[in-house]
């Protein structure tokens, strides 16, 4: 292949990469949309939008937003807890654990096997759910 088609190739690629980014859909959808708008990159992501409906792949943006915001909440609901003989030392959010052990692995790790060397308990904890009165 001459390095005109590589470079041609590698653009295209770009651009349906970029296009995935934006509307969520498959190499293939988005290679059909950039061809029929004739390597225009707005109109085919405004060709797949359209689409995305009637193809079932389309995602709004307040369906997405709603679920990570129902997510958060759960997990922000959820705590850790590290006990000893019965009695709490350290409890905090599991968002704070998770984020603890996203920046911080290491030191994650080794506070996990002091805590258990030291006949700690580590608990996850979620609030009782709170159930319709009839």
Known sequence: MRADGMEEAEAALERIDLMRDRTGAGYAA????LRE??????RAIVLLEDRAPREG?????????GGLLRVAGEVGAVRLAVRRRGRTLAELPAVAGVAAAVLFPRATAVGVLVALATRCSLAVERPPVALPQA
């Open 57 to 65: 792949w389309g995602r709004t943006v307040a369906e997405v937003g």
């Open 37 to 42: 708008a004739r390597g225009d990159v707005v």
């Open 30 to 33: 988005c290679w059909r949309a």
